[in-house]
C-alpha cells in the first residue's frame, strides 16, 4: 500500500527544460529578461542555468534584475567551447538543473541559456526537453539560408533585435520567409527584446509545447 | 520528501483549475507515466483485446526524440497528446502511456537509418573518422565499415560526403542490395 502510493508520487512530471542558444550578443539573456514578467504573470515557477565561458556575468547580470529572486539563477562556467557543456558533456548543466529541482520544488519550468556560439551549436536531448537558437537581423539577412545545425533543428527559432532590420538593410519578411524555408515547418518567431514585441507569442509556444498548458 | 511531492501534485491540480485556458476544455491528453511495455506479457493481452477493435493508438517518435521527457505530439489517430514525465523516466520502443478499459497509447520508435561507409584504406579510415567527429556525427563501427546515423535529410549527410565519394576516400556500402 505504502509502495504502491510512493510509486505514484515519484511519477510526477519533472520540471520542463528549455535550451536557449545562439551566436554571442543575439539577444539570450535579453529574451529571458523579456520573458521572466510575462511567466511571473501567467504563475510559471521558474530557474534558470547560465553559461559562461570563465565568469558568472550573465548569471550575476540576471540575479541582479530583480525579475527573478537570486537563488533562483545558477551560473555554470563552461571553461571550453560553450558547446561542449550543452552537447557533448552536459553534466555540468544536467547537475545544475537537478540541483535547482530539488531545491526548489515545485518548479514548471528551468531555462539553460548557453554560452554564445556559433550556427553549429546544438542541444542535446539528455539535457534539454526542448530548444530555441535566438539569431538577430543584424546579423545579416543570409544567416537562414548558411543552414547551421542550429537554425535547421532547433525546435523554436527566434529571429531577435527586428527593431535594427532598416538599420543592416536586411529584409525581415524575406529572412522569415527563408528561415521557414530550412526548417520543415517548425515554427520561427521575430522578436524585438528591447520593446518585449513578440515576446507573448514565444511564451505562448512554451506554455503549449513544454508546460502543456494549452 | 515525499511532502514536497505531494504539495506539488496539490499545486499542478490547482493551477490547472485557474489556469486562463482552463475553460477552453482542450482535447489534449495528459500521459505523465510509463505504464510498462508493449512486451510486458500481462499488458500485451490488453492490448491484443484492445487492438481487435482498432483501440490502440500510437506515437511514432525519431530515436533521438525518445531522450526527450516532455513532448506535444498527435498519435496517429489524431489526439493530441502531452507528455510529460519525471526525468528518471525513459521514452522506448513501446513504452506503454495509457492502458484503460476502451483504449491505450503506445510509443513506436521510428528505426535509424544507417548510412554504411567503407574506407579505402587506412589514410582513408583515419581522415574519414576524424571528419565524422568534426560534423558530430552519430557513428558506430562495424569492421571496417563506419555508420552513420541519418538524424536529417539523407541529402545534407550526401552533400557534405561529396568530396570523400568523388574522390574515392570512401565509399558507399548498401547491405539492403547486398554490396
Ligand atoms: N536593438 C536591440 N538590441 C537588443 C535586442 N535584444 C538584445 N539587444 C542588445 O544586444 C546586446 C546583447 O544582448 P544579450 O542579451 O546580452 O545577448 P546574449 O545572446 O545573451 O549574449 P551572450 O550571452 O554574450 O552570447 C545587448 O546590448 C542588448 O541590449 C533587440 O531586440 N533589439
Ligand atoms: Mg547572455
Redo the contacts between chains.
Keep these: 500500500m505504502a509502495e504502491s502510493a510512493?510509486a505514484l508520487?515519484?511519477?510526477?512530471?519533472?520540471a520542463?527544460?528549455v535550451g536557449i542558444g545562439g551566436p554571442v550578443g543575439s539577444g539570450k539573456t535579453a529574451l529571458i529578461e523579456g520573458l521572466l514578467p510575462l511567466f511571473a504573470a501567467r504563475?510559471t515557477s521558474l530557474a534558470i542555468v547560465t553559461n559562461d565561458l570563465v565568469t558568472q556575468e550573465d548569471a550575476e547580470r540576471l540575479q541582479r534584475s530583480g525579475l527573478i529572486p537570486p537563488e533562483r539563477v545558477v551560473g555554470v562556467e563552461a571553461g571550453a567551447c560553450p558547446h561542449t557543456v550543452i552537447?557533448?558533456d552536459p553534466t555540468l548543466n544536467i547537475e545544475a538543473a537537478?540541483l535547482l529541482e530539488e531545491q526548489l520544488?515545485?518548479l514548471d519550468l528551468i531555462l539553460i541559456e548557453s554560452g554564445g556560439d556559433n550556427l553549429?551549436s546544438?542541444f542535446?536531448?539528455?539535457l534539454v526537453?526542448?530548444w530555441m537558437f535566438v539569431i538577430d537581423v543584424s546579423g545579416g539577412g543570409d544567416i537562414p539560408r548558411k543552414?547551421g545545425p542550429g537554425i535547421?533543428?532547433a525546435d523554436l527559432l527566434i529571429v531577435n533585435k527586428s527593431d535594427l532590420a532598416p538599420h543592416v538593410g536586411v529584409d525581415l519578411p524575406l529572412m522569415r520567409k527563408e528561415a521557414e524555408g530550412v526548417r520543415a515547418g517548425r515554427p520561427v518567431l521575430v522578436t524585438n527584446c528591447r520593446t518585449g514585441e513578440g515576446l507573448d507569442r514565444v511564451a505562448d509556444h512554451l506554455a503549449?509545447?513544454?508546460l502543456?498548458?494549452? | 520528501m515525499?511532502k514536497?511531492?505531494?504539495?506539488?501534485?496539490r499545486?499542478?491540480a490547482a493551477?490547472l483549475a485557474?489556469?486562463p485556458?482552463a475553460r477552453?476544455l482542450?482535447a489534449?491528453l495528459?500521459l505523465?507515466?510509463i505504464l510498462g511495455n508493449a512486451t510486458d506479457p500481462d499488458i500485451a493481452e490488453r492490448l491484443h483485446a484492445l487492438e481487435h477493435d482498432g483501440r490502440v493508438e500510437s506515437i511514432t517518435l525519431d530515436a533521438?526524440?525518445t531522450?526527450?521527457?516532455?513532448?506535444?505530439v498527435a498519435t496517429d489517430k489524431g489526439t493530441d497528446c502531452?507528455i510529460?514525465?519525471?526525468?528518471?523516466?525513459s521514452l522506448a520502443n513501446g513504452a506503454v502511456l495509457l492502458l484503460e478499459e476502451d483504449r491505450a497509447v503506445v510509443v513506436r520508435m521510428r528505426e535509424t537509418v544507417w548510412l554504411a561507409l567503407s574506407p579505402r584504406d587506412l589514410a582513408a579510415a583515419l581522415d574519414l573518422g576524424y571528419f565524422c567527429g568534426n560534423l558530430?556525427w552519430r557513428v558506430r563501427f562495424e569492421g571496417s565499415v563506419l555508420k552513420v546515423a541519418l538524424d536529417?535529410p539523407r541529402e545534407?549527410y550526401m552533400a557534405r560526403l561529396a568530396q570523400h565519394l568523388a574522390d574515392g576516400r570512401a565509399r558507399l556500402v548498401d547491405e539492403r542490395e547486398g554490396g
Excluded: C, I
Design positions: 510512493e508520487v515519484a511519477a510526477a512530471p519533472s520542463a527544460r504563475g552537447r557533448e537537478d520544488r515545485p553549429a546544438t542535446s536531448l539528455d526537453d526542448y543552414r535547421v533543428r503549449h509545447d513544454v502543456m498548458e494549452s | 515525499p514536497a511531492r505531494l504539495s506539488f501534485n499545486r499542478a493551477s485557474s489556469a485556458h477552453k482542450p489534449m495528459r505523465t507515466q533521438a526524440d531522450a526527450r521527457k516532455r513532448l506535444r502531452a510529460a514525465l519525471a526525468r528518471s523516466e558530430h536529417g545534407s
